[in-house]
């Protein structure tokens, strides 16, 4: 990753005499490597908890600093050894590497008269205090006139648009996931509980090398495939029932998010694999649809109006607003370090990657159907990045036949 490109492109949208300051608290006791601030990460491709990165535009310096913690023998005892100024260098191409511990000591020197500071804010709205707010109130009392800014849509402007590297780990990521859904398609069959057939997922991702999930998963069986997020999982699997996942392995931070819909015992009734064609061939259309100048909200309008035709058709509504009744959520978000990334929602540009997950949710047939696979968005379409992952009524019942279970 060019983390030095990024750093000089957060030097360039901010504004002059302004400093901004990222710090990768840690989210909670058990955080882990990968549990960092994504941002932070992004920026220097170090995920130490409690490490600060300083951005000074003055009038007469413009700079980057990362802070790091004093080598402290004792406490490595118990967590390993924190990162080296030399390591720290090499992999976040920063050459102005401080203390922690002076960090505030040094702040005094870069804040002017007229300097203002950026903040990234509420990034988790679950909380009510962050080390930000602390940050804001201790520099307050000291410089009661000091202004604070947003930094969050610098960051935004950068993570909307992903290099090849960073499609690359989503690919990773993605075909770590698809041994996840291999273990399921190995497994699945009627008796077990939701949670066990979750449990093949869960072990096949973790041996081929995820470093994480990228949300919790979803394995939604008869009626519970219809509620959306559905989390539950602890019903039995039912013959003659589907059963949805929405799932990804995450790698290095950057995340799949992958749904697919698998008929219990091998084969699809003709009333699931009806609903089944229609959104899958309604995904194949957003697929070919997919490029620059559009919007999600216009992929989402293009599914609407395909979608409407096809269940007049099958007789499930006869208005088109009743579609609502079926379909209600959207049909694209942009993904990334985050699932549900940290991007600005504008027309699309070569770089973004997005998923493409249509639906369909009919509580009285018990069927409710998403195939949701992420596209990395070219010059003149789009690339998928979940290729390889069967979702064919064909491929998948040809797969679950020839188990040896
Ligand atoms: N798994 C969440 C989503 O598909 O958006
Ligand atoms: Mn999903
Ligand atoms: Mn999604």
Redesign the pocket.
């Known amino acids: 990753m060019n983390y030095k490109l990024r750093q000089e492109k957060v030097l360039n949208l901010m504004a002059p005499n302004t400093i901004f300051c990222l710090f990768n608290k840690r989210l909670n006791e058990d955080a882990k490597k990968y549990d960092c601030n994504r941002n932070f990460f992004y920026l220097t491709g170090i995920a130490e908890f409690d490490d600060i990165l300083l951005f000074v535009k003055n009038k007469n310096e413009s700079f980057v600093k990362l802070y790091i913690h004093e080598i402290d023998p004792k406490q490595e005892r118990w967590t390993g050894p924190t990162i080296r100024s030399n390591e720290a260098t090499t992999i976040s191409s920063i050459k102005n590497i401080g203390l922690i511990n002076n960090f505030y000591n040094d702040l005094a020197n870069y804040i002017n008269y007229d300097t203002s500071i950026y903040l990234l804010e509420n990034l988790d709205e679950s909380k009510d205090y962050s080390y930000e707010d602390y940050f804001k109130r201790t520099i307050s009392k000291k410089y009661p006139n000091i202004i604070f800014l947003e930094g969050n849509n610098i960051l935004k402007k950068l993570r909307t648009i992903k290099d090849e590297d960073e499609a690359n780990l989503i690919r990773k990521a993605n075909i770590i996931t698809n041994y996840g859904l291999n273990a399921i398609l190995d497994n699945l069959k009627p008796g077990l509980k939701e949670y066990q057939i979750e449990s093949y997922f869960d072990q096949a991702i973790k041996f081929n090398g995820a470093t994480g999930y990228s949300f919790p998963t979803i394995a939604a069986s008869g009626i519970n495939s219809t509620c959306l997020h559905y989390s539950t999982n602890t019903a039995t699997l039912e013959d003659n029932d589907i059963i949805l996942f929405?799932l990804?392995a995450s790698y290095e931070t950057y995340c799949a998010?992958?749904?697919r819909t698998y008929p219990i015992n091998g084969k699809f009734t003709d009333k699931q694999r009806q609903i089944y064609e229609i959104v899958l061939n309604g995904q194949k259309l957003i697929e070919k649809t997919a490029k620059p100048g559009l919007t999600t909200k216009d992929l989402n309008n293009i599914l609407i109006q395909y979608y409407i035709p096809h269940l007049k058709k099958i007789g499930l509504i006869k208005k088109n607003d009743e579609i609502f009744k079926y379909y209600f959520h959207a049909v694209s978000h942009h993904l990334g370090m985050d699932c549900h990334d940290f991007c600005e929602y504008n027309k699309l540009e070569a770089g973004a990657i997005i998923?493409n997950?249509p639906g369909l949710y009919i509580p009285e047939w018990k069927i409710g159907v998403r195939i949701?696979d992420d596209l990395y968005i070219t010059k003149d379409g789009n690339i998928n990045l979940s290729e390889g992952i069967i979702k064919e009524v064909k491929d998948i019942e040809d797969y679950m036949a020839k188990r040896n279970n």
């Open positions: 929405d990804g998010d992958i749904s998923s997950e949701e």
